[in-house]
Structure formats: C-alpha cells, structure tokens
C-alpha cells in the first residue's frame, strides 16, 4: 500500500496491529495466575467497543442527513444504507455471544475478582449508541437506585450528558415525518379518509360477528366487544388528548408513519418504508441482544452480584424490554385493514408519489 506521501505502507502498519494486538493485558499474568479465558473476554469486549465506534461512525451520517431541513432522496438512500449496516453489525454482536459462552462459569471464576470494579454498564459507547437513537434519561431504568451517570467517569460523563442534550434519531425522524406532504394535500386529509375506513371496517366485521350463529351468544358478544374496544382505541390515534403518554412521536408523525406504512408500495414511499422495517429491525435485534447477554449473566454467575456491584441478570433482563426506542412504529400493525378496504387517494395525490421520470397520464 501507498501512503499520502507515496511512501509504502505495510498491512500491520496501516491497522496499527501493534497496538491493537498488544492492548490485552491480562490481569492474571500480572498476578501469576492461571486464567486462559482472560483473553477470550477481554477480547470480545475489545471486538464489541470496535464495533461500537462503527455503529456510532454509522449514526453521524444518519443523522448529518436527518438533520436538513428537506432531506434529498439521495440523502434518504444513504440513511437506509448505514441503518442497515448497524443492524447487520448488531446482529453479529449478538453472535458474539456464542463465542463468548464457551467459556465455562468455573472458567470465569479464575479471573472475575480481578475485574473489580470493571464492568459493561461502563461502556460509554454502548451509552451514546442508545442515546444517540433516542433512549433519553426519563426512559432509562435505574441501575441499583441512580442513574447512568453515576457510574461513569467524568469526562465520560460529560460526553453522554452532551449526546443527551442534542436531537436523537427518533427526534429527527419525528421532525422528519411531520413534514410529510401527502398526508394533507388540497381537499384530502388522509385522518379523516383513513379513520372512516377503519371505523367502518370494524363496524362492519361486529355486525358480521354478531350475526354469526355458528358461536354462542356470550362468544359472540365478547368477540364484538373486543372489536368495539379496537374502535375505541383507533379512535384515539387521532385525538390528541388521548394521544399523549400512548405514543413517543407527535400526533403528526404518528399519522404520516402510519400513511407511509398503509400506501408503502407507492413508489416514492419505497426507501422510508424500508427505513422503518429497519428502524425496527434494530430496535428487535437490540433487544435480543440485552436477553442474550441476560441470559448469558445468569449461567455465568446465577444470582450472584454482577460485576462493578450491578443486581446482575435482573436489571439486564429488565432492559430488554423497557428500553426499546421504536415502539410507534411497532404499534402501527394494530391499525391496519386489508388492501382491498384503503381509502382510495386523490389522483394528485397518487401522482405526487410517482417518481418525477414517470410520464403525464393521457386525458
């Protein structure tokens, strides 16, 4: 290889794999103790920070391009193609796993006093990448009573505090999704359009159900009231009294997602449908993740105290669940109907999403 001063640069030069395959250092050795598996742990969570600095490389392209006022279809293309990467490198974390839980609990044992006060929660990478999506501190659970920042060093400290000050992804994608020009356009207002054929598709299945004489009548009834319920809570959707606390985007970006996600074979809607399959591909890939590394606490060290006086398993598993960031878009399969019952959209504005080479419709 040839540097920027047409000087030859070696492969171990160019990697820096001096470096890099001298930052293990093992604590057993420096205490003359036995302990192979060190160095499989440390260099898995050595691969994990890596990575980690990849995704968050990842995100400020992301959101450098969420971040214009009118994001280009270009600028939407390369969003789709590095979200898709963080998700692909989140599922090889989770891979990661695997290697690591051939390691043995006794095989832990050897070195696991040696770690201290050392442990993952630590990891100010992992902090940002979950920031930087949007797990702000009013969602994050508490670690053993206080927060995240409790365990940090300053400096870090401070960096997450920056992070958490500036707009998340979910923030930008909210901005984004609010600006969203087909949801009114002229006389059409995809609300009303789209809540008249729900309410009237679920009116028409509890009458159907109710007029069903293959089920009893407390069946039927039960049945009918659960359908009645969905109405109710559809109905909700667009009311923004009732929207409040039920979602984490605004009522406006609610609604163009769920536009996005009615009409997403129209041409135009390709690449941002595919954005929130993505979206929530990561978001199911992450949490995976936090139960596999549960999981993996729990057959290491059972109910033990975790590493750097963490609860453990408990507050892993706990994660998985409550730290999700994409749930609005999860929501959205709740209210959807059959191709065949969709409002049928105006013709401006089903040319407005064709793409700007397709030819004028002949009189």
């Known amino acids: 290889m040839a540097s920027s001063t047409g000087t030859e640069i070696g492969y171990a030069d160019y990697l820096s794999l001096d470096k890099i395959l001298n930052a293990q250092d093992l604590q057993s050795t420096k205490v003359g103790r036995e302990a192979h598996d060190e160095m499989l742990f440390i260099i898995i969570h050595q691969a994990y920070e890596l990575w980690f600095k990849q995704i968050l490389h990842e995100l400020d392209r992301v959101q450098d391009n969420f971040s214009h006022e009118t994001v280009d279809d270009w600028r939407m293309g390369q969003i789709l193609h590095s979200l898709l990467r963080v998700n ?73 505090s920056e992070a958490e000050g500036r707009a998340s992804l979910i923030h930008q994608l909210d901005a984004w999704l609010s600006r969203t020009p087909f949801v009114k356009a002229g006389s059409f207002a995809f609300s009303e359009a789209y809540r008249k054929a729900v309410l009237d598709f679920l009116t028409k299945d509890i009458r159907t159900l109710r007029a069903h004489r293959g089920l009893d009548e407390e069946q039927r009834e039960a049945e009918a009231k659960a359908l009645e319920k969905a109405q109710e809570s559809f ?129």
């Open 235 to 363: 109905k909700a959707l667009f009311e923004p009294d009732a929207h409040q606390g039920a979602w984490r985007m605004s009522p406006e970006a609610v609604q163009a997602a769920l536009f996005i996600t009615v009409y997403n074979d129209r041409p135009v809607l390709h690449v941002p449908s595919r954005i929130f399959q993505t979206l929530m591909d990561i978001d199911e890939t992450m949490t995976l993740w936090r139960y596999r590394h549960a999981l993996m606490v729990q057959r290491m060290i059972g109910v033990k105290i975790g590493t750097g006086g963490s609860s453990g398993h408990d507050y892993l598993r706990q994660t998985a669940e409550k730290h999700r960031i994409f749930s609005d878009l999860f929501q959205l399969s709740t209210y959807l109907i059959p191709r065949s019952a969709l409002p049928t959209l105006p013709r401006e504005v089903e040319r407005m999403m064709q793409f700007v080479y397709s030819e004028e419709p002949t009189e």
């Open 88 to 160: 692909e490198i989140m599922k090889l974390l989770v891979h990661q796993i695997d290697v690591l839980e051939t390691m043995t609990p006794q095989d832990f044992l050897e070195f696991r006093d040696l770690l201290t006060s050392g442990s993952g929660f630590q990891s100010l990478q992992f902090r940002l990448v979950e920031t930087r999506l949007g797990l702000g501190p009013e969602h994050r659970l508490l670690y053993d009573g206080t927060g995240v920042h409790s365990r940090l060093k300053s400096a870090e400290s401070a960096a997450l």
